[in-house]
Nanobody, 124 residues
Framework: QVQLVESGGGLVQAGDSLRLSCTAS????????MGWFRQAPGKERELVAG????????YYADSVKGRFTISRDNAKNTVYLQMNSLKPDDTAVYYC?????????????????WGQGTQVTVSS
């Protein structure tokens, strides 16, 4: 069993930056690919960024490429999402997900564990 706890969300203005953190319980964090999803009101949950178990492979949705950076620190059981140049369209609840595989799935139910979510609101 893995428990994921996100932090770092908040209310910011367009152009600002935020860093989200997700800390996992347990001793097998390095066995899980990690990802950040987001869900805006009335929209489906979408994969924003993913990272492989060792951190060597990353994935970004086209909408965030060049602005967001995902990273992980396996010694701290933590995955991060650095978000720069935020836009109002980035407003959503952001969720951390873990999958015991080389990569997270873009299909939300295919991932194994989820955090409770953290709200990010970007005002114009």
């Amino acid at each position: 069993q893995v428990q994921l706890v996100e932090s770092g969300g908040g209310l910011v203005q367009a152009g600002d930056s935020l860093r989200l953190s997700c800390t996992a319980s347990g001793r097998t964090f390095s066995s899980y690919a990690m990802g950040w999803f987001r869900q805006a009101p009335g929209k489906e949950r979408e994969l924003v960024a993913g990272i492989s178990t060792g951190g060597g492979t990353t994935y970004y949705a086209d909408s965030v490429k060049g602005r967001f950076t995902i990273s992980r620190d396996n010694a701290k059981n933590t995955v991060y999402l650095q978000m720069n140049s935020l836009k109002p369209d980035d407003t959503a609840v952001y969720y951390c997900a873990a999958r015991r595989s080389s990569a997270v799935s873009t299909i939300p139910p295919m991932n194994d564990y989820w955090g409770q979510g953290t709200q990010v609101t970007v005002s114009s």
